[in-house]
C-alpha cells in the first residue's frame, strides 16, 4: 500500500464518483469491484517497481495500460468473469483510474517529477 493513503478512505472517494448507471450491468458490486481494483493497483505498482516495499516512490514510472490491463485481468480472475463480464469491467476500471488519480491529487499523493 501507498505511503498516506487510506483505502477505505480512496473506495468512498472513488464510489461516489463513479456513475452507477454507466455500470448498469455491475449494479450492487461496484464498490467490491473497485476494492479488487485498488488491491490490484497497489500490486501492480509494487510488483512493477513503481512502489518499493515500504510504499514509498520505487525506481520505475507507472505505465497506465499496463496496470489497466493488470487490474482487468485481475478482477475477471477473481470474479470468474464471462468475456462479455469482462468488457463491463474493463470500463468500470477505466473510470477508476480517471476517480483515482483524482484522488491522490486530492490527497496530495502524486508526484509529476
Given at each position: 500500500?501507498?505511503?498516506?493513503?487510506?483505502?477505505?478512505?480512496?473506495?468512498?472517494?472513488?464510489?461516489?464518483?463513479?456513475?452507477?448507471?454507466?455500470?448498469?450491468?455491475?449494479?450492487?458490486?461496484?464498490?467490491?469491484?473497485?476494492?479488487?481494483?485498488?488491491?490490484?493497483?497497489?500490486?501492480?505498482?509494487?510488483?512493477?517497481?513503481?512502489?518499493?516495499?515500504?510504499?514509498n516512490?520505487?525506481?520505475?514510472?507507472?505505465?497506465?495500460?499496463?496496470?489497466?490491463?493488470?487490474?482487468?485481468?485481475a478482477?475477471?480472475?477473481?470474479?470468474?468473469?464471462?468475456?462479455?463480464?469482462?468488457?463491463?469491467?474493463?470500463?468500470?476500471?477505466?473510470?477508476?483510474?480517471?476517480?483515482?488519480?483524482?484522488?491522490?491529487?486530492?490527497?496530495?499523493?502524486?508526484?509529476?517529477?
Open positions: 500500500m501507498m505511503n498516506g493513503y487510506d483505502k477505505q478512505e480512496a473506495l468512498a472517494f472513488i464510489v461516489q464518483r463513479i456513475d452507477p448507471k454507466a455500470h448498469k450491468e455491475l449494479k450492487g458490486k461496484i464498490e467490491s469491484l473497485i476494492s479488487q481494483a485498488i488491491d490490484a493497483d497497489m500490486a501492480f505498482m509494487h510488483e512493477n517497481g513503481v512502489l518499493d516495499a515500504d510504499g516512490a520505487g525506481d520505475n514510472y507507472y505505465e497506465d495500460d499496463d496496470a489497466f490491463e493488470y487490474m482487468v485481468e478482477l475477471v480472475a477473481q470474479n470468474d468473469l464471462t468475456p462479455e463480464q469482462a468488457v463491463k469491467v474493463a470500463s468500470l476500471v477505466d473510470d477508476y483510474m480517471d476517480c483515482q488519480q483524482d484522488y491522490l491529487e486530492h490527497k496530495g499523493l502524486v508526484d509529476w517529477e
